[in-house]
């Protein structure tokens, strides 16, 4: 009963910010898209975004990491700052044309939500563990409009082949709660379709796993890259606030020379299209360097929707050579790059059975495990800890941060 009543506030207050910030992200995106001279602005956004979190978000510009950390170290405290700070700095990237997601800003908003509840209900330090794995339950569950996969990301997220099963009422009952209030707010989310989807045989099989090793390394080049390229940032780039200025002047020049925005913002209508058609081979790379640049500079949203974007295109242009439907093989790898980056292989799993169907489970669950396992032990979120290691040779990093073990 205590943990329904506080899931329910969760759910109520995090469902209705994910479809706020949905509804204002929606605007942004077409506001920019009729007004393209705004991306020659986003410098300027930038540079304020930074100036904004160099001043006054110090505490908070772990952003995601900070959750983790948290669940690990329940002494650290969440300020409720970081959901209007982390808003306001995503949609302006948004606004302005940066190449970002909304994953990270709808889980930061619900962990700055929730943790406020932790002193009312006089959390101990192990209840405050499960409030936070909730809080990103139900903010993954609401900004994508699946609940099952929200609850199984947050407690898979933050501990690497373990899950905490003492957290997976509350998980369940917060995910499917916000999702439940975010379409009470009448906000829709994308749907997909996939045409065509072969019977399993040995041979798809085979196929499948093929793709899985492609989606894996792409997975582990976007996480190695995006961590290299921050601190490539930091290391050239003393003052912080001027870090996704120049970003911003990369990206507008970038824009301005390939003369299309196809590979700013969430690129929906790009992901769309790649289960209809076969892609470029360029469109996943352009979109990974587009990415990289924006987030490692310092400008705020979340790497998912952008590796939705990488692993659809990749998988749409992987039907060139692999004999299964694009439809099937861009569906596989929107969730399998994701996967690998997040070494979240289960929730992937389900996610693309609630988005695309049961009839596509094995092939997405063969492509996701695969993926987690060859992207090795690298991470987008680098507060992640080892509990079960992938592989043998990595026994004695268990219980080791994601960071340290690439130190190693």
């Not at 996969?149 to 373990?162: D, S, T, Y």
């Not at 709660?177 to 085979?206: C, E, G, M, R």
């Amino acid at each position: 009963m205590k943990w329904t009543l506080i899931c329910s506030f969760i759910g109520v207050c995090v469902g209705s910010a994910s479809a706020g910030f949905l509804q204002s992200l929606d605007w942004v995106t077409d506001f920019r898209e009729t007004h393209l001279l705004l991306i020659a602005l986003l410098p300027v956004g930038g540079f304020f975004i930074g100036l904004l979190y160099h001043y006054l978000g110090k505490d908070i510009k772990a952003g995601n990491n900070l959750l983790i950390d948290t669940i690990h170290d329940p002494k650290k405290i969440i300020p409720f700052r970081m959901a209007p700070f982390v808003y306001i700095g995503t949609i302006a990237t948004h606004f302005f044309g940066g190449s970002a997601g909304r994953e990270g800003t709808a889980l930061q908003m619900a962990g700055a939500i929730a943790y406020q509840f932790s002193k009312p209900f006089r959390l101990t330090e192990s209840e405050l563990k499960i409030l936070i794995i909730s809080a990103i339950s139900a903010g993954f569950g609401s900004v994508f409009g699946t609940p099952l996969a929200g609850a199984i990301f947050g407690l898979e997220v933050f501990l690497i082949g373990r899950l905490k099963y003492d957290a997976i009422f509350p998980a369940f009952t917060a995910s499917i709660i916000a999702d439940i209030v975010t379409k009470l707010w009448q906000t829709p989310h994308t749907h997909y379709h996939i045409d065509f989807i072969p019977d399993i045989s040995f041979l798809n099989i085979i196929y499948a796993i093929i793709a899985g090793i492609i989606f894996g390394l792409c997975s582990a080049t976007f996480s190695k890259t995006i961590h290299k390229a921050s601190a490539v940032f930091k290391s050239k780039i003393a003052y912080p606030p001027l870090r996704p200025f120049i970003g911003g002047i990369l990206i507008a020049l970038a824009v301005w020379a390939i003369g299309t925005t196809k590979y700013i913002g969430l690129g929906i209508p790009t992901i769309v299209a790649s289960f209809n058609e076969q892609l470029p081979a360029y469109d996943f790379a352009l979109k990974m360097i587009f990415t990289i640049v924006t987030l490692s500079a310092g400008f705020k949203g979340g790497e998912v929707t952008p590796l939705f974007f990488i692993g659809a295109t990749l998988g749409s242009t992987l039907s060139c050579f692999i004999p299964l439907p694009t439809g099937l093989l861009a569906g596989m790898g929107f969730v399998a790059v994701f996967a690998g980056a997040s070494n979240t292989p289960i929730a992937c799993s389900i996610m693309a059975i609630e988005l695309f169907g049961a009839e596509c489970g094995v092939y997405v669950a063969i492509a996701c495990v695969v993926a987690y396992l060859l992207s090795g032990h690298n991470s987008i979120y680098n507060k992640q800890i080892i509990g079960e290691p992938k592989h043998n040779r990595f026994v004695n990093h268990q219980g080791k941060k994601i960071n340290e073990v690439n130190e190693i």
